[in-house]
């Protein structure tokens, strides 16, 4: 049986594993003529824990997600791909990526960065991709960098 995506979300945050992630998310819309989201989630929790709230923190963050996934839908569109979206959350990203965005852009595919973390990181702060995989509604494609072993 052959799947064809429809709408492809990218989970992007700057690191070179979305990076990784971006680019073959973007290979894999050109394959199945999909749409393309490009999803940022600024991680509100870590900031909570400052305790003087100063408000240009988040404008800052959002300026760079905005400079961050536009360059993104950029490439993607000279890549070949017709429709890309972006979308900049703030919140708890494991949820956000995991169903709430998936759900709202009727995504039926999730590509996200393996973050390499060890198994004493992922007990204390738990890995988002694991989470994703738990909860997610849709297939799941967590891409790993070659380069990398764990």
């Given amino acids: 049986m052959t799947q064809k ?3 492809i979300m990218v989970a992007v ?3 070179h594993e979305s990076e990784l992630a971006f ?8 394959r199945n003529g999909s749409r393309l989201t490009i ?3 600024i991680d509100t929790r870590a900031l909570q824990s400052v305790s003087t709230f ?3 923190v988040y404008e ?3 300026e760079d997600a905005k400079k961050l996934t536009a360059e993104l839908k950029e490439k993607a569109q000279k890549s070949g791909i017709k429709y890309v979206d972006i979308v900049i959350e703030m ?3 494991k949820t956000l990526l995991a169903t709430d965005i998936p759900e709202e852009h009727k995504v039926d595919l999730i590509m996200v960065g393996a973050t390499g973390l060890n198994a004493f990181e992922r007990l204390l702060v738990g890995s988002s991709s694991e989470y994703i995989l ?3 509604k849709v297939d799941l494609l967590v891409v790993r960098d070659p380069e990398k072993t764990l």
């Fill in 5 to 7: 995506y429809e709408n």
């Fill in 13 to 15: 945050d700057g690191s």
């Fill in 23 to 30: 680019e073959k998310g973007v290979n894999v819309a050109l």
């Fill in 39 to 41: 999803a940022h989630v």
């Fill in 54 to 56: 100063d408000a240009d």
């Fill in 60 to 62: 800052d963050l959002q």
């Fill in 91 to 93: 919140g708890n990203p």
């Fill in 134 to 136: 738990r909860h997610a």
